[in-house]
């Protein structure tokens, strides 16, 4: 319908079951579109150089009088006769302005690297946490401006402080890959930091396992607290009792109190990463089979690899089973969803045992550290750690030095050495 779009006019339109509009009589192009839910925008269509129809959005009605949204129209008739396509127009501007807000290390970060690493790393949002602590005096800067000489000035910085050589490397490749990904996204031209090498590091420094005796003091910790947690719901149930209350199951007639012990034993016996093992399903675990399947997807290296069960992380998921724990996640908090972090609990157990300098990731070297001292080889080491190849790996080479006596032993071998020079020598001789 055509009309002159005034305030009063405006105020008579009432919704209809579909979308429609009022086109202006007097500025060529000018237009109210009146949706079903009683809002309206205000439009202005023209036809470009090539004589393509397009509009271009003025606003609201609730924010832009007819008049105000009258005059706007008016002047982009102008820009139009002019030659200009005003909606090419807008979308450079928005492009422009999408770009300046990336520009900047934080623009970047909340605006692309969050959202892709988030949704496409299981580890993303860690990452970005530790990245925005790392280098927070770096987030209003430009990212060109992050170059060679401002990382090494902040090496040089943590490396004073006494972080360790291995952690800045880990931080710095954390960064180096965020702008990789601004170039591959066309943010940036290069990487600043693609000629930076890392810190010169021992990788193969001391690893951190349980001795026989500490292994022990872990697991009587951690009975005796799930003993406390059974007195305790045993107590509650008693108060319960005697004020007429539902009581809650009793725990001493389940193998685990919570998730701390079996979460703690199939740790030990697999070597499973911390996110791997709170983001394991039943739908994972086949106890028939005796195995677990770790899907690419949860993995650090995106690769799928399958762990076999011993007779310990078997039985402890049975039993964890049994106790009627087969919501989805076979580790879940109180309210089904999956457990995020056993931080404060793990904390409590390690004093309580007295064990000292020993972080959850040591349970994954304690396995690998008992696997090569019982002389399994490196590369079935590597298959069941799920390292992508055996640089990580030899860190536990020197558990099981046998090889190397072995191979140094044979230079003792009672066969005699033949010192009988070769014939060519003699000739020229």
């Not at 402890?316 to 931080?343: H, I, M, P, Y």
Request: a positive charge.
């Amino acid at each position: 319908m055509k009309a002159k779009l005034s305030a009063r006019n405006i105020r008579t339109l009432q919704p209809r079951e579909k979308p429609f509009e009022v086109v202006d009589v007097e500025v060529k192009g000018f237009l109210l579109r009146v949706q079903p839910s009683g809002s309206m925008v205000y439009y202005f269509a023209y036809r470009n150089a090539l004589g393509q129809r397009k509009r271009y959005r003025i606003g609201s009605s609730k924010s832009l009088s007819a008049a105000q949204a009258r005059d706007q129209a008016i002047l982009l008739s102008a820009r139009v006769i002019a030659g200009e396509d005003i909606q090419e127009e807008k979308k450079r501007e928005r492009l422009t302005a999408r770009l300046a807000k990336s520009r900047t290390l934080e623009g970047f970060l909340k605006h692309n690297y969050e959202p892709w690493a988030t949704a496409h790393r299981t580890s993303g949002p860690a990452t970005i946490q530790r990245m925005r602590s790392n280098f927070s005096h770096l987030m209003n800067r430009p990212l060109m401006d992050i170059n060679l000489w401002v990382i090494e000035k902040w090496r040089s910085e943590q490396l004073k402080g006494g972080k360790a050589r291995t952690t800045i490397n880990r931080d710095v490749t954390t960064l180096k890959a965020c702008l990789s990904k601004a170039v591959e996204w066309g943010v940036l031209e290069q990487n600043p930091l693609q000629k930076l090498r890392p810190l010169r590091s021992d990788n193969l420094s001391r690893v951190r396992y349980l001795t026989a005796e500490e292994e022990q003091a872990l697991r009587e910790a951690l009975r005796e607290r799930n003993e406390r947690l059974c007195r305790e719901r045993q107590s509650g149930n008693n108060w319960r009792r005697e004020r007429h209350l539902s009581e809650l199951p009793d725990l001493y007639s389940c193998a685990f109190a919570d998730y701390l012990e079996p979460l703690t034993l199939l740790t030990m016996n697999t070597g499973l990463r911390r996110g791997e093992a709170l983001q394991l399903k039943w739908t994972d675990v086949d106890l028939l089979q005796r195995k677990i399947v770790i899907c690419g997807d949860n993995a650090k290296n995106g690769k799928t690899r399958y762990i076999p069960l011993n007779d310990e992380a078997l039985t402890t998921l049975q039993c964890w089973k049994s106790d009627g724990c087969e919501v989805e996640w076979v580790f879940s908090a109180r309210n089904g969803r999956r457990l995020n972090s056993v931080k404060t609990a793990w904390k409590r157990v390690l004093q309580k045992a007295r064990i000292y300098d020993f972080r959850w990731h040591d349970l994954r070297h304690h396995f690998a550290s008992r696997l090569v001292m019982k002389r399994v080889d490196l590369n079935t080491v590597r298959e069941l750690l799920g390292h992508s190849d055996l640089s990580m790996t030899l860190r536990y080479a020197h558990l099981s030095p046998e090889h190397k006596a072995d191979a140094v032993a044979k230079l003792c071998d009672s066969s005699p050495v033949d010192v009988t020079p070769p014939m060519h020598a003699v000739a020229n001789h």
